[in-house]
């Protein structure tokens, strides 16, 4: 038997995929369990560390808060019960959501299908943010800005979105953050779907895009595009 570490008495009511998923899964890809007790959850504290509170629960990874200015937190969340297009296994999609400080009114921000990633704000208040826009084009090609208001509505990528030559440009544009007083961007040039490293860069959305690298100046140069 394939999961023979299965209980037979396992309650799947909370899980993403029932036993006969589980079981229909080829051997060499690992089975799962999102457990509350397993799961990446948002807390907050005061800045001495103490009244630490717990914001989110349930069967879930949440991660990447950030408080907006109306005094709601934004996040990541696995919510949206998506999964990733590439790969047999299982790998949830993650994307933009929101709550009040105290964890009430929890709703969605985003019905993007991939994931998204750290949410901040820029300095018109909109919320910044990366998405893996994987619709009608490469795999690769975009993982780039996306802005939106702090209700979700009007979301789009003012930058990167559709390149002419993939290899030309950062594949990967994560931790974004506006340069205070400015109308540009810092970013890490990371790799496709990857982690946060890589070459520093400045995006300048008000430039006119070429798909290559007309918006993006390299401040590491040395440090290569992974």
Known sequence: MLFRSVPADADWSGQHWTR??????????????????????????????????QL???????????????????????????????????????????MNGDGSDLRPLSFHET????????????????????VDRDNDAAH???TCFP????????????????????????????VPGRRTFMAIAAPHHGENYGSVILIDPAVPDDGLMSQTRRLTPEALFP
Do not use: K, Q
């Not at 890809?29 to 807390?43: A, D, G, K, Q």
């Not at 979700?152 to 953050?177: C, F, K, V």
């Open 20 to 53: 006969e998923e589980c079981h229909l899964r080829p051997a060499g890809y690992h089975h799962y369990f999102w457990r509350p007790e397993s799961c990446y959850h948002v807390f907050r504290a005061r800045l001495d560390g103490t009244g630490l509170e």
């Open 151 to 178: 209700d979700g509505r009007d979301p789009r990528a003012p930058h990167g979105n559709y390149t002419t030559h993939r290899e030309g440009r950062p594949w990967m544009e994560l931790g974004i953050r506006a």
């Open 144 to 146: 780039h800005l996306w």
């Open 56 to 98: 989110t629960d349930g069967p879930w990874n949440e991660y990447d808060p950030c408080f907006l200015p109306d005094g709601r937190i934004a996040f990541i969340s696995e919510r949206c019960n998506s999964n990733v297009r590439c790969g047999a296994r299982w790998c949830p999609s993650a994307v933009l959501h929101a």
């Open 115 to 134: 994931n998204e990633w750290h949410p901040s704000v820029a300095n018109d208040g909109r919320i910044v943010y990366t998405r893996w826009d994987y």
